[in-house]
């Protein structure tokens, strides 16, 4: 076991056994049902994130990764375990950077929700910290930059009418749903006054803007949902973590991809809020992000301090949902307890954003 995965006590090892000499296409590399915690067969769980749990199963000498809701979690939102194994379905005919889907299962008798099976891609996937085996670059860092943003226009250029996922679009204005979609899951997670995210949302409210256009958007693109070649860098091996995506603005993704971007010059708490490594001397900065997605996509960008900052009020919406749960003892992972700090300065910073205009220069 490496220092990314761990045991995880809400996994049922014997269930899943027998659930995977069932129904995996060459389930006799398990070997006897009498020994399902054999050398045939382990389960390691991937410890970082904080939305679906995520699992790695060695099975012989196959490699698989399992993904379930988390505990206590509305399985029929943002954890909709059937949707996203559809999605990477539909979408690998067109795009490949993605794990192939195996197999989904909504028997609940397994593991107590449903979930899906795919295949293990390999790579380094970049987190909060430095591996401490790689060095990060400057020109490194820049080369991933110019990728990461070039690679979104990609996906926000594939032409989905094609596919199943076309049944995911919607009538009506996505930006108008997305605003009040984020408002309403704010008021039912609330638990304390928030004045700044209250202020950020009301602002929201009162400048929705119209659709700049439809496309398939990941929303939730950032260092962490990417795999990279580690001969290189600068290549994208696979895009992962594709729960939230679905056919909407690609300029609400953008804004959302600029919500996780933390540069250097910006304020300490949203410093102390970093989910990644954006701050490493050699990345692209926020607004060079933006002109270059406008090369690559050809979109032109405009209102870009609305969607930067619906970014920030949708980041802080989610971590305020996962706070609910832990301060309700839904969740028991101790890294909760500190999400008020990560809520308070997304809101900090979407309201410097609305008093300067601006998405840089903010402190």
């Not at 979104?152 to 679009?169: F, G, Q």
């Amino acid at each position: 076991m490496d220092d990314s995965t761990q045991p995880d006590k809400a996994m049922n090892i014997p269930n899943l056994y027998h659930f995977l000499r069932t129904h995996l296409d060459n389930n006799t590399i398990l070997g006897s049902t009498d020994n399902p915690d054999s050398a045939n067969f382990s389960v390691e769980r991937f410890t970082q994130g904080y939305s679906n749990l995520t699992y790695l199963l060695h099975i012989g000498q196959r490699e698989l990764v399992l993904r379930r809701p988390p505990i206590g979690a509305n399985i029929k939102s943002g954890h909709d375990m059937a949707r996203e194994y559809q999605l990477l379905t539909g979408l690998h005919p067109i795009y490949s950077k993605i794990p192939r889907a195996v197999l989904y299962s909504d028997d609940i008798t397994v593991l107590g929700a449903p979930f899906y099976i795919m295949e293990r891609m390999h790579g380094i996937v970049l987190q909060k910290e430095p591996p401490a085996h790689i060095t990060l670059t400057p020109p490194t860092m820049e080369r991933l930059s110019h990728a990461f943003i070039k690679n979104l226009a990609v996906i926000h250029s594939l032409d989905y009418a094609t596919t199943d996922l076309k049944k995911m679009a919607r009538v009506g204005s996505y930006v108008e749903r997305q605003i009040t979609g984020w408002l309403d899951r704010y008021a039912r997670a609330k638990t304390d006054d928030l004045p700044t995210i209250e202020r950020v949302g009301s602002w929201l409210d009162e400048h929705r803007i119209p659709d700049s256009g439809s496309s398939l958007i990941h929303n939730d693109y950032k260092y962490d949902n990417l795999m990279l070649d580690a001969s290189d860098l600068s290549q994208i091996v696979a895009v992962l973590d594709w729960e939230m995506a679905t056919i909407g603005d690609p300029l609400m993704d953008l804004g959302t991809t600029l919500a996780y971007w933390v540069q250097p010059d910006d304020p300490p708490e949203l410093q102390a809020a970093r989910m990644g490594l954006t701050n490493l001397p050699g990345n692209l900065d926020r607004t060079q992000l933006v002109h270059q997605y406008t090369l690559h996509s050809g979109r032109e960008v405009k209102e870009i301090v609305f969607y930067y900052v619906y970014g920030l009020f949708k980041v802080a919406v989610i971590l305020q949902q996962l706070y609910a749960r832990y301060k309700k003892g839904v969740a028991s992972d101790a890294r909760f307890a500190l999400l008020p700090q990560l809520i308070q300065a997304t809101g900090i910073t979407a309201s410097r954003a609305i008093d300067k205009n601006r998405i840089d220069q903010l402190t």
